[in-house]
T-cell receptor
């Protein structure tokens, strides 16, 4: 069974500082990896995704993530955070159709990002 | 661009009542997914449909059922509601005509269900 671990429940970063949110996954085949952001009471916005190819992927809002197969990781980074980045961040993994179905995504527990002025 | 539409956006029900949530996928999307996100929790996959047939099943309670209609919209029916069913319910859709690839799921804004 696939799983996602986000080791950090909360992270506090000063505005303008760099950010790295950790994500480790477990999946038997080629994983499809995603980062979503959610503001309180709001829906899920896709930041970026990795399907194949270049292991460093660029997303919206200045975010990037690096897929490292050897470490089963897909960490999210941003060089300089803004107060508006404060939100909940979810890493998710999805499979392919080899099992015959349209696989639902498996999400991590999320990391709550707090931005200090 | 058109997005996934969910209705209603907010719903308040009493225990043991029933609720029906609706999802209208992006035009030409043929696959619909349902997720449940409890307070302070991560979204949990419930069920998916492809071309009106159930495709994958997650942690959907037996009290819940869902279906996808000929126009590809989907409804999640929830019976004998419990306090623990209070959550944000997301629908997502994807275009899966090419099933050799993984197709991105686009999420709707969610329906917030409160059970009193």
């Amino acid at each position: 069974a696939q799983s996602v671990t986000q080791p950090d429940i909360h992270i506090t970063v000063s505005e303008g500082a760099s950010l790295e949110l950790r994500c480790n996954y477990s999946y038997g085949a080629t994983p499809y990896l995603f980062w979503y952001v959610q503001s309180p009471g709001q829906g899920l916005q896709l930041l970026l995704k990795y399907f194949s190819g270049d292991t460093l992927v660029q997303g919206i809002k200045g975010f990037e993530a690096e897929f490292k197969r050897s470490q089963s990781s897909f960490n999210l980074r941003k060089p300089s955070v803004h107060w508006s980045d404060a939100a909940e961040y979810f890493c998710a993994v999805g499979g392919d159709y080899s099992g015959g179905g349209a696989d639902g995504l498996t999400f991590g527990k999320g990391t709550h990002l707090i931005i200090q002025p | 661009a058109a997005g996934v539409i969910q209705s209603p956006r907010h719903l308040i029900k009493e225990k043991r009542e029933t609720a029906t949530l609706k999802c209208y996928p992006i035009p030409r999307h043929d696959t619909v997914y349902w997720y449940q996100q409890g307070p302070g929790q991560d979204p949990q996959f419930l069920i998916s449909f492809y071309e009106k047939m159930q495709s994958d099943k997650g942690s959907i309670p037996d009290r819940f059922s869902a279906q996808q209609f000929s126009d590809y919209h989907s409804e999640l029916n929830m019976s004998s509601l419990e306090l623990g069913d209070s959550a944000l319910y997301f629908c997502a859709s994807s275009a899966d005509s090419d099933r050799s690839l993984y197709n991105e799921q686009f999420f709707g804004p969610g329906t917030r269900l409160t059970v009193l």
